[in-house]
């Protein structure tokens, strides 16, 4: 019995993002309207955001601690189910929300969301953005 639940649990862990992939992936989050703009990008291990369109990249910087709970929120996430997530409300249709979409590149593969709205992302990601957004606002 201990065989097959180590063997299984091989397999799970296995299956979730390492913190290698995490360290070389390219993370982009956008969420726009008309009068809104945020872009977040994780790249190189750096965090960097823009707040205005055509406004200027800056760095934000992160702890260690900051670094690590980005790595937990995305190893929960499953790539290849990103691009049929459902956004649980609709406010971006009548300019209730900006829209939002992210995409992460891993090993040079690009997984892509549908759109949401900027606030409320769906529930398999949303840990991963709610981390994105507040450490990019806790200046």
């Not at 291990?45 to 823009?50: A, D, E, P, Q």
């Not at 997984?111 to 981390?131: S, V």
Request: hydrophobic letters at 35%; proline letters at 3%.
């Amino acid at each position: 019995m201990k065989t097959i639940f180590t063997i299984f649990l091989t397999l799970i862990l296995s299956k979730s993002c390492s913190n290698d992939e995490f360290d070389t992936a390219i993370i982009n989050y956008e969420a726009s309207s008309r009068g809104f703009y945020k872009n977040i990008k994780i790249e190189d291990k750096k965090l960097f955001v823009i707040n205005e369109r055509d406004g200027e990249q800056t760095e934000v910087s992160l702890s260690k601690k900051e670094w690590n709970e980005l790595v937990e929120a995305f190893k929960e996430i499953n790539l290849e189910g990103m691009a049929t997530l459902k956004a649980p409300t609709e406010k971006r249709l009548y300019d209730g929300a900006p829209h939002a979409n992210i995409s992460i590149t891993v090993k040079g593969k690009t997984y892509t969301t549908e759109g949401f709205d900027h606030g409320y992302p769906p529930i398999e990601i949303e840990n991963l953005i709610n981390k994105l957004i507040f450490l990019t606002i806790k200046e």
